[in-house]
Nanobody, 122 residues
Framework: QVQLVESGGGLVQAGGSLRLSCAVS??????????MGWYRQAPGKQRELVAT???????NYADSVKGRFTISRDNTKNTVYLQMNGLKPEDTAVYYC??????????????WGQGTQVTVSS
């Protein structure tokens, strides 16, 4: 059973920064071959994929976050990160990490973590 634990969210003013972390367990060393992504779900909206990173470190971003967010990974720690700069009120959402596809599509494991709340005040 794959387990994902997200952390690092909080309340920040517009223009501020946060760094999210996601610890993944239950995959063993196979973690390194997975494309991983960060998703977010705002109140009343569907969950959307915002960033992905391949096993080789290639990244891709939704247009709404391009140039402001940076995804990275540490395969020695089975951890994925999301550095968020220039935050906007519309970035307010619960953020989740999970597996993704290299063509920037969702491909989650059978489980999700609890997510981490990001709230951006104007």
């Amino acid at each position: 059973q794959v387990q994902l634990v997200e952390s690092g969210g909080g309340l920040v003013q517009a223009g501020g920064s946060l760094r999210l972390s996601c610890a993944v367990s239950g995959t063993g060393t196979i973690f390194r071959i997975y494309v991983m992504g960060w998703y977010r779900q705002a109140p009343g909206k569907q969950r959307e994929l915002v960033a992905t990173i391949t096993s080789g470190g290639s990244t891709n971003y939704a247009d709404s976050v391009k140039g402001r967010f940076t995804i990275s990974r540490d395969n020695t720690k089975n951890t994925v990160y999301l550095q968020m700069n220039g935050l906007k009120p519309e970035d307010t959402a619960v953020y989740y990490c999970n597996r993704a596809r290299s063509d920037f599509g969702p491909f989650p494991f059978n489980s999700w973590g609890q997510g981490t709340q990001v709230t951006v005040s104007s």
